[in-house]
């Protein structure tokens, strides 16, 4: 089971998947790319924040990967 | 030696000497502590969405996207959230430079700590899109942990 967070305005989107349900990885796989391709940054995160790595593509076998907007100097 | 020599000095000229200055010297001469209110949080906080409060921050989202922010906020920092509460900032380690931290506070600048002094400039990085406190601070700590060099290369320095 895994989950996908995308953080945003309204907080955090969940979008969890089984990996036995194909049809849930695809439509949690096509979030993520959909956020991607917005310049959204990936970063697997399994356990603690310490062992938080940035990734490229989807990882269905990840427990929980977090989205976040792109950030720009202020 | 110096000491004895002062009793000595002084014993001889009839003056007292202080070694230290009497008490009440320093407030006389900086004045007593600042009365103007601070527009940060301190540490009588009791949680993350009550410093927003002290904060009066202008961004603000919705309270439920707060509370989820929050959540995530917890749940990611571990025991690091309520130090993060408590002292109203959590200490990132360098994983570039020795003996640097960086300094994260809710909707502030990045502090950077070197050899134990805060420099005079701070790394201003913000999200494109409008998100609650708690995930600003989280997407801050995400970076700065897998890669720091992005962050200082985006941010801009202000003081």
């Known amino acids: 089971m895994g989950v996908l967070r995308v953080l945003c305005g309204r907080g955090d989107v969940k979008v969890e998947w089984d990996l036995e349900k194909e049809e849930a990885v695809k439509e949690a796989e096509r979030i993520f790319q959909e956020n991607a391709a917005k310049g959204y940054a990936s970063f697997r995160v399994d356990d603690k924040i310490d062992s938080a790595e940035r990734i490229e593509k989807f990882d269905p076998h990840a427990k929980q990967i977090i989205q976040i907007p792109r950030i720009v100097g202020g | ?159």
Do not use: H
Request: charged share 30%.
């Open chain 2, 1 to 159: 030696m110096l000491r004895a020599f002062l009793a000595w000095l002084a014993r001889g000229l009839g003056v007292r000497v202080y070694l230290r200055p009497p008490q009440g010297t320093w407030q006389l001469l900086w004045g007593g502590p600042s009365e103007v209110p601070r527009d940060f949080p301190d540490e009588w906080a009791v949680g993350v969405r009550d410093m927003l409060d002290t904060l009066a921050d202008p961004y603000r989202c919705e309270d439920e996207a707060n509370l989820r922010a929050e959540q995530l906020l917890r749940e990611q920092l571990g025991e690091d959230y309520q130090k993060l509460v408590t002292q109203g900032y959590i200490d990132v380690p360098s994983r570039v430079f020795r003996n640097t931290f960086y300094r994260l506070r809710l909707r502030r600048p990045i502090e950077v700590f070197k050899n134990g002094r805060r420099q005079p400039w701070r790394l201003c990085v913000v999200s494109i899109e409008r998100v609650p406190a708690a995930d600003e601070l989280l997407m801050k700590l995400l970076w700065l942990k897998t890669n720091e060099e992005y962050v200082l290369a985006t941010a801009n320095r202000v003081r």
